[in-house]
């Protein structure tokens, strides 16, 4: 179902074209400090005006809270969050029942459902619905950083462009938030800019990898055996739509190391234990080792193209030339940014609340 | 917990060097004909004989089902299964405790229990709890082929030695059963177990990629927005140890594709909607589009090896010197491939009772 | 947490003097026919005005559906309904955080939370939140209808009135709808009418019974071991406010019962299975036999009431004098009637879903 | 399904007739002293030697634990405990199949599972599976105890024999566990026998009330809405088999009391806050209120009678006469009392660790 999270959960709801987004908070500890401004401050992380290729409008998505926060804290109950959607032509969608496009939910969700389901904009399956996430995310990193742990998620591959750059936290964290990809590195991510745009004009679109970092994970969290943090983790990342993988630490070049040189080594720094490698990601046995927690997750290109493409009429079984019209992100990855880092926040606290260390 | 999945529930118990390690499986529907050589089958593929580089006894893994299974069919209640462990020199793993082994769960373990958990043999976060997998998934795969639907993991790379032969899905599966790698390429799996044989004469491990597909999924199978085969396919895997990445269809490779070559466009062929390229690994939007699902599973090297490692004293925060005894497996791949084949199959079980397709 | 249920799931949020109280409906089949106006039509039910001694003044609760319903049938996705709180003043509820009123959650909700929850109005622990569930249920009622499945709540006893009166279903239904108390013998209404406004007088209040009947349910609803018609219908009854006791069939009065008169014989009428008496209440062994599902929940009198109590100033541990002022309602069971039987429709919705029946 | 609680989970497995019946466990906190003989003494008070008018022979009932406690103490892992059946002839039951016994779920599971299920013995509807609830329950009353919390449950009424003698609790113990129908008067237990034997004589049984008590919880254990401690208690409590009603405090005598006579005013006695009165039964809001939690639990009497009944063959739609034969319970209540205790010790674990007690 749309919800996710043991003792602090997300549950999501609305669509892209009906009335509203927004999300459900259960476990939000009670007299928690949660400051609505924060909450929109990461919402707006995540509105169209974010890519390079937009229209200057910043379109923004206004909070609104119904439940669970009362004079800046948190109640204790569920809190409730939504964004309006802005009135929009649905009509187009309509067709893509009969005629599914290439690359998004279209085909099975109209097998699925037999129609049934609120299609307009994508309904349940569009990227809008992230926002939710991000309402729930930035609920829960706000709890989190009463206990100094801190997340940031940056862009660190675009198409071919890509940037192995390792900057310092905090200046890492003001670089993407300053520019319109993401990305920390500030040369490569005008490079990024460069290639979105030239996407654009050739009716294209672009792939991604974002990366996320979390400094300050007390040692232990984590559960034993479904309860891992990779197995949540990813369980949460592959629920944005467009994510094709997730690798912790070393990941997939794991494969081809030799356990001599992925194994951390472990080694004491100012009477704290830690590793110089940081292969495991920051995560043994499912359970944080206190280094910082590193994982990735690759994007596809968006699969909206102004292109020509080959789609079938799934009733008449014959084959149909498909023309998707409307403006469409040339790619996803910026405006995924502030989603993996916020559902990652939520991801964590859930963890954290489980094995009672908050 | 030790809990998975919502209509088909998989709970492990037991430990490595407890009395036993098992399975309680919940939701097998009532009359379905499970036999229980197959599980046991599936078992002895994850037994210690598998690997190229272990001595030729084969240790079996003797199943008892205790609970569920009634002449040959399910009974409709929890079906319980188990294998005995055989008794084994705890005592080493005392030491672990507060010399962690770099790789595995030690460190975090041990601060997170403060020592009292069941440490023997790695306990509950020990690769042998993974025959719980196995056993939850060869009951799964008995009912799934009643719906036609077969499921076939394959080693792809072990170390350095990659292979990207197609074999046909009848013929890799009896390559993959045939050879002690587990690779559906003759020729490459020759070079994998010589690789192996090196890393271990080297007191070295190697990694390695494991790559599932599935056949015979009806369309639309998944749930939405967390409940996507993605989501619910990347907890399972990374619940098993040693798994550092995983990716559907393009993967990774995603990243640097375009939009116009990424969507797989649809096609009519004899009738059924197909697309002729399978980047999506055989999901959009969660949801099963009917193409083979396509997923790969990265597995680190053994963090078990004869080498000298450095550690530290966790009591005393004092570097330390590591020699890890014992018989390990210096490549868990080949192992690894009967547990993500048989835990894949419980998760599209799963969703396809909550789908309402059995 | 505040959520409800496996397949259909009902989460309730808000508080009574916060912005809203609502529910989050998961489960509701996509495309299945949902009328606003039947579930505006069951919030009117527990409004205020339904009480005997409510000034004439009716103050509604104007359901607003912002998720999950469009063009009149469910999308698939998570229905959300609300009713808007009225301005009302929280500033007496301060003080109970400190001198508890006897009888409310006061005491044990300000201890567990610190006063760190929300407390004006009963916050979480208002019969308010009851809203929510007569949302959740009147959407699950138009779902069973379809499938021949109704249900009926009615009061027969308040305070020391009682009626055995056994009233046709159909007429029954129109009687508890017209009167004030949700009686279906008109006569013993009128003196309940009369023992509430006499209560009112004796700034007293009074408790009650309401009986719940469920009929058109198929054979075989309800699912081993914890999941029997009887555990999960319990479970939702107890969450209903000034709930004390729940009984099936011949409930307490099975206690002095013998096994040859309890026990329900089968005989054949018009071909269909059926049982002459209806001690089981429509439920063995945890499943619906076919016969109507009974049950009885009692309601304590409201804990509210006009005349001085004795308390205690939980801080300083001194008793303290205490009058809970503003208009309460002297007996709660009128508006609890159609609690009842909408959050028992959500009950039954979920398990024919869980078994398959829909 | 199967399995009961949040944090402390209990999953019952196994059927009447097949090779046993046990738990898995979840959540018992890693390092907690568990004793397998004071599981087994738990166990030994429900075995049928208990009853006063079983055979001398006391058939126990031998535990095994299989995973989760090594040397004494929780492992933190799953704990599996379970008991063999004995052979025993099933033929009988085949014939239960077509034509049911009344008061036994043999009809509605017939027509659920197609006669699919295992139906020897009532298989998973049988009162056995119970013994689950005791060796769950039995495990979390030991860690209860650490934090002193007691329970109690005793038989206060069996057919027409009624006790309101109020016994102190330590003493109340020793006479529950001394009689063989677990009641803590010890002149009405020996009347109750009287009642029992003569029931058996009369090929009848007779049905009872036990009362559970739990002394020791500390204020505001419960989770809000759904989680009230009356609805988790009676969840379990009506997943007894022969449960009909469970009420809480004054239960269905409060629909007659006045809101004056029922609010339970606080005073302060030796510095802690209490009530005289005990009306709400320990709970206010669904939270415990520091008084002690009282309860009640119908049972119905034992469906099974030597008389003869009338039934139906449910194949050919015709009336049957059926003797049920065998030996039976003629009352189930005083093996019920373990349970009751038991299984409510699993509940109050489970809230207290939601709730972070412990």
Request: hydrophobic share 40%.
């Amino acid at each position: 179902m749309n919800e996710f999270g043991v003792k602090y959960r997300i549950g999501i709801f609305g669509s892209s074209h009906g009335p509203c987004v927004g999300a459900k908070v259960e476990g939000c500890p009670a007299g928690a400090k949660i400051s609505e401004a924060v909450i929109q401050a990461e919402l707006d992380r995540r509105t169209p005006g974010r890519s390079p290729v937009s229209t200057p409008r910043k379109e923004s998505d206004k909070l609104e809270i119904i439940s669970g926060i009362h004079g800046g804290r948190a109640t204790g109950g569920p809190i409730v969050g939504l964004v309006k959607n802005r009135d929009v032509d649905s009509s187009a969608y309509e067709a893509f029942l009969r005629v599914p496009r290439p690359g998004h939910a279209d085909y099975p969700a109209s097998v699925k459902y037999g129609g049934k389901h609120d299609h307009r904009g994508g309904g349940q399956f569009s990227g809008r619905m992230t926002a939710g996430l991000v309402i729930g995310g930035a609920v829960a990193r706000q709890v989190l950083a009463t206990k100094h742990v801190v997340l940031l998620a940056q862009t660190v591959q675009i198409g071919n462009i890509v940037t192995t750059k390792e900057v310092p936290f905090q200046d890492a964290e003001k670089v993407v938030r300053a520019n319109s990809v993401g990305c920390a590195d500030r040369v490569t991510a005008e490079r990024m800019i460069e290639a979105i745009v030239k996407a654009h004009e050739e009716k294209d679109s672009l792939g991604g990898i974002v990366r996320c970092t979390i400094l300050g994970l007390p040692v232990g969290v984590g559960e034993p055996f479904f309860g891992s943090i990779e197995s949540v983790m990813s369980a949460m990342m592959f629920s944005i739509p467009g994510v094709k993988g997730v690798e912790f630490g070393s990941g997939f070049g794991a494969a081809s190391m030799k356990g001599s040189a992925h194994n951390d080594q472990y080694s004491v720094s100012k009477g704290k234990i830690v590793t110089k490698t940081n292969n495991a990601g920051g995560v043994l046995g499912g359970l944080s080792t206190g280094m910082p927690i590193e994982f990735r997750v690759a994007f596809k290109p968006t699969s909206s193209i102004a292109r020509k493409q080959r789609s079938v009429d799934i009733v008449d079984r014959k084959p149909v030339e498909l023309e998707v019209k409307g403006r469409h992100d040339p790619c996803i990855v910026p405006r995924a940014v502030p989603v993996v880092e916020n559902s990652a926040a939520a991801v964590i606290l859930d963890l954290m609340l489980q094995g009672g260390f908050l």
